[in-house]
């Protein structure tokens, strides 16, 4: 453990039973496995072809430029901040108890729902690679085990948690680009003209719907950063060190999917069989048409390593978020969620909450027509919801006169960077939530801001009637530079 670390968490008010046995390369993994540019591309890619045609790979550009703001602003915080659980201690610190309970509920649910969202877009393909048809019952068995395996694997501990990061990296990144450099030499059936024609995916009304509904695909790519700074105890050097993973992760995760989306859209060989619906699943009948029965199997292998380094790399950020937050006996349940393993460095009931609720809500689903698509909006939203919490905090702080002073700071731009990342934050929240089917039953048209509201709402009961904010005398609301002082009083 390096000094400069714990005197730097020893002035925050803490003192880390983690081991910093993560290296920069493994906490670079985690946020790029957890982002991972093959699982939201390869879930999503039909939806968002459907919805808006080829030009919707221009979402990835949108999305990626908004979260690399944020991911400036996450960096500052960081810095600053290097305590375990990401979004819930910086909200604590920048604003007050109140806001960060808030904060950590929507981020909490949106984790352990996001979770599930991914290994049930892995159940198919599991389902495929082992022989069996891809049907609701097979694909939710599948998600289950993939949840289960994850699990174990974050059991084990911080150093295998790293090399399976690691892993998880090579596979996916030579994955993406073996099987992408494939399809444009040998399957690419369109020239790069094609990204700017809609195919008609926008009927006979404006383009400009039709790309932000597609534009999903962009907005569920782009988070995951944020697991580099949910390990910030188990980092050596973490002010330096994750401000850079963060800033990596959208770099080159954004520049994989991107490649790997534009890849799938060159092969598919009928745009309009998939805009109408005729071609549902354009990702299995390329990968089959490019690779056979058995190479296809192959590439479906490497894709679901994908799937299982997000899967783990959602369930060590959702499990770190919970045992800062349970630290802090902000939560039902504290004393065993906060509870330690000495021998494995790791939070077990934590993390055991971060396997079972996911594997309940996919088990959940099979109640639900759609089902994927559900999870994947209510996921997103609530990560978006999380993630605005903090940067709105952080612009409130600025005005109130906090000046970042980690190792990372943006100087004089911090402030226009945190106006802007705002600025888009609500922006993408308003398109997640807008009804775009009017003939819907109107719970199904709304049903995005429906769980939003939901569970908001649930948060502010339990805050009122439970007030868990009040339980820890640790600071907060004191975001002052590093060698000021100002009181801390709980807010």
């Known amino acids: 453990m390096t000094a400069t670390a714990e005197d730097r968490l020893k002035d925050l008010g803490y003192t880390s039973e983690f081991k910093r046995d993560m290296s920069p390369w493994a906490n670079f993994s985690l946020g790029f496995t957890y982002l991972s540019p093959v699982v939201s591309t390869y879930t999503l890619f039909g939806v968002a072809l459907a919805l808006g045609g080829p030009p919707m790979i221009w979402s990835f550009v949108v999305a990626g430029v908004g979260q690399f703001l944020v991911a400036l602003v996450f960096g500052e915080l960081v810095a600053q901040y290097p305590v375990a659980g990401g979004v819930y201690p910086w909200a604590r610190r920048l604003w007050g108890t109140r806001w ?56 084990a501990g911080t150093k295998v948690l790293s090399w399976a990061a690691i892993f998880g990296f090579a596979a996916e990144i030579v994955g993406a680009l073996v099987v992408g450099i494939w399809l444009l030499v040998d399957n690419r059936v369109h020239g790069l003209g ?40 188990e980092v050596k050097d973490p002010g330096r060190v994750i401000p850079k993973a963060m800033r990596r992760t959208i770099y080159i995760g954004g520049a994989a999917a991107t490649f790997a989306c ?55 950020a959702a499990s770190r ?16 969620l906060a509870t330690f393993n000495k021998k494995r460095h790791i939070p077990p009931y934590a993390l055991a909450l971060a396997g079972v609720i996911p594997a309940v809500i996919v088990v959940a689903s099979m109640l639900s027509t759609n089902a994927l698509d559900k999870i994947v909006s209510f996921a997103t939203l609530g990560i978006y919801l999380g993630f605005q919490m903090v940067v709105f905090a952080a612009l409130r702080a600025r005005l109130k006169g906090w000046t970042p002073s980690g190792e990372f700071t943006l100087g004089r731009w911090g402030l226009v960077v945190n106006v802007l990342a705002l600025a888009y934050g609500v922006a993408a929240m308003v398109n997640m939530v807008w009804p775009r089917t009017p003939d819907a039953p109107w719970y199904d048209n709304y049903i995005v801001i429906l769980s939003g509201v939901l569970v908001v709402g649930i948060g502010l009961v339990y805050m009122v009637v439970a007030k868990p904010f009040g339980n820890s005398d640790a600071a907060a609301g004191d975001a002052v530079p590093v060698g000021q002082s100002r009181p801390l009083q709980p807010q």
């Open 100 to 155: 960060a309970w808030m904060t950590g509920w929507v981020y909490m649910i949106a984790l352990l729902v996001t979770i599930a969202s991914v290994s049930y877009g892995a159940g198919p393909y599991l389902a495929t690679l082992l022989g069996y048809t891809a049907n609701v019952g097979n694909t939710v068995l599948c998600a289950v085990a993939i949840i289960a395996v994850s699990t174990l694997i974050n059991y």
């Open 194 to 233: 094609v990204l700017f024609d809609s195919f008609g995916a926008e009927g006979s009304g404006s383009y400009l719907p039709a790309f932000f509904a597609a534009g999903i695909i962009g907005l569920y790519q782009y988070y995951g950063f944020e697991a580099c700074g949910d390990t910030a105890e």
């Open 262 to 316: 534009l890849s799938l859209l060159l092969a598919v060989p009928d745009f309009g069989k998939v805009i109408s619906g005729e071609d549902a699943d354009p990702v299995t009948n390329i990968l089959t048409n490019a690779f056979g029965p058995v190479g296809y199997k192959i590439v479906i292998g490497v894709v679901l390593i994908s799937f299982l380094s997000c899967t783990m790399s959602l369930q060590a």
């Open 321 to 336: 978020l919970t045992y800062s937050y349970a630290r802090d006996k902000m939560l039902f349940g504290h004393k065993a």
